[in-house]
């Protein structure tokens, strides 16, 4: 996680680009002009560990050093800010829970394909891929022989540490009703609570870049995409690798929720928006007609 540092180096504009250009190429990141000073704020501290003398060092390290592919984990860490707690936006998870949820048991049910299958795409610490496990559970839809995944997939190797851990602060509870909390958490030492053990069965987190399409290989047909407050930070080009990749990982039919603040109007019509009080979800092209598509008129 990012933390500032007072290590005086300066970052010239070569440099910045040098940096920019990298971490936009590995990570989907993009830092405009302006977010210099945040650049140099949040890797200076990484020279200083490595005792590097300028930031032009550190991108040749970054490109060339024979611990280059250590560092670049290491680095991303510092340029996340994982920001997240359970149950956030709370309109598009009423959708997913009471119309998404019941479309996919309808859909399925029928066919003997008992699988349900998520992605949180750059989960950070877990909290959002294990409030999508509680809704499901919660649902009461997919007991007797269904098979349940929800899969968390982050590039930070030390958000997924935490994620794996379960164990959270109170700041992750701030949308969190009481009710909830007593049904899905155990006390822990030092923290808020830990998520109990049926929710934790129900997910699995993996090391992967939602940038690279090898990242999404060996994952299941997906049923649903969560990637909520992440691709704000992209490139259109970038958010539109991404999405393509997305696309390709989802069954016809197949769901992507993404956050309030991002939009794929001006990027790609590869999904059909739909619109919900509150709340837009898109849904991939697929054979049958979708009951979230009707209710969302």
């Not at 990298?22 to 989907?28: K, M, P, S, V, Y």
């Not at 590039?155 to 909830?180: G, I, M, T």
């Not at 993996?206 to 990242?215: E, F, K, L, M, Q």
Request: charged share 25%.
């Amino acid at each position: 996680m990012f933390q500032p540092t007072d290590h005086n180096v300066d970052l010239s504009e070569e440099e910045f680009r040098l940096l920019r250009d990298l971490i936009h190429e590995r990570f989907g990141l993009f830092f405009d002009d302006n977010q210099r000073a945040s650049l140099r704020t949040r890797l200076a501290g990484r020279l200083a560990t490595l005792d590097l003398v300028s930031f032009e060092d550190y991108y040749h390290y970054l490109r060339f050093g024979p611990q280059r592919g250590d560092e670049l984990q290491r680095m991303v860490t510092h340029l996340t800010n994982n920001e997240t707690y359970f149950y956030r936006e709370a309109p598009q998870l009423h959708v997913f829970s009471e119309i998404v949820l019941r479309e996919i048991k309808d859909a399925k049910s029928g066919g003997g394909n008992r699988t349900l299958r998520v992605l949180s795409a750059g989960c950070s610490t877990g909290e959002e891929a294990y409030t999508l496990a509680m809704m499901i559970y919660d649902s009461g839809q997919f007991f007797w022989n269904w098979d349940v995944q929800v899969i968390g997939m982050d590039v930070d190797q030390v958000a997924l540490e935490k994620a794996r851990r379960a164990v959270y602060h109170h700041n992750s509870f701030r949308s969190l009703s009481p009710a909830v909390k007593e049904r899905h958490f155990v006390p822990a030492v030092g923290a808020a609570g830990q998520v109990k053990e049926p929710i934790r069965r129900l997910v699995s987190f993996r090391a992967g870049n939602i940038v690279d399409p090898a990242s999404y290989m060996g994952l299941p047909a997906l049923d649903v995409i969560f990637c909520r407050n992440v691709l704000i930070y992209f490139s259109d080009v970038m958010i539109l690798k991404v999405v393509r990749l997305f696309h390709d990982a989802l069954v016809p039919g197949g769901y992507l929720f993404l956050g309030h603040a991002e939009s794929l109007s001006r990027i790609t019509d590869l999904f059909t928006p739909i619109r919900f009080q509150g709340a837009m979800i898109y849904r991939k092209e697929g054979p049958r007609e979708s009951h979230a598509e009707a209710a969302g008129t």
